[in-house]
């Protein structure tokens, strides 16, 4: 089992940045695909991030190439996801993911974190 717990959200200004971290514990492989994925009100949960701890391909989504940056830190045991020039738009609550497949589809994923909200006022 993998336990995954997030922390960092808040309200922000647009332009502004934020940092979230999760903090990955239990049975974890460094070879595990780490993500993040966000969801809006009304809206499906949308791909934000992903990579593997060990190293390899990072891949972001579209809106958020450029802006947002996913890292672990030396011992492996968090990830976090900095974000930055923040727009009103990436308001959702932010879920961090871990599984076994490097994926852009939350289906790949089988390991949740509680989510952290992330509000960006105009």
């Known amino acids: 089992q993998v336990q995954l717990v997030e922390s960092g959200g808040g309200l922000v200004q647009a332009g502004g940045s934020l940092r979230l971290s999760c903090v990955v514990s239990g049975r974890t492989f460094r070879n595990y695909a780490m993500a993040w994925f966000r969801q809006a009100p009304g809206k499906e949960r949308e791909f934000v991030a992903a990579f593997r701890r060990s190293g390899g391909t990072t891949y972001y989504g579209g809106s958020v190439q450029g802006r947002f940056t996913i890292s672990t830190d030396n011992a492996k045991t968090t990830v976090y996801l900095q974000m930055n020039s923040l727009k009103p738009e990436d308001t959702a609550v932010y879920y961090c993911?871990?599984?076994?497949?490097?994926?852009?589809?939350?289906?790949?994923?089988?390991?949740w974190g509680q989510g952290t909200q992330v509000t960006v006022s105009s």
């Open positions: 993911a871990a599984g076994s497949s490097l994926s852009r589809s939350r289906n790949d994923y089988d390991y």
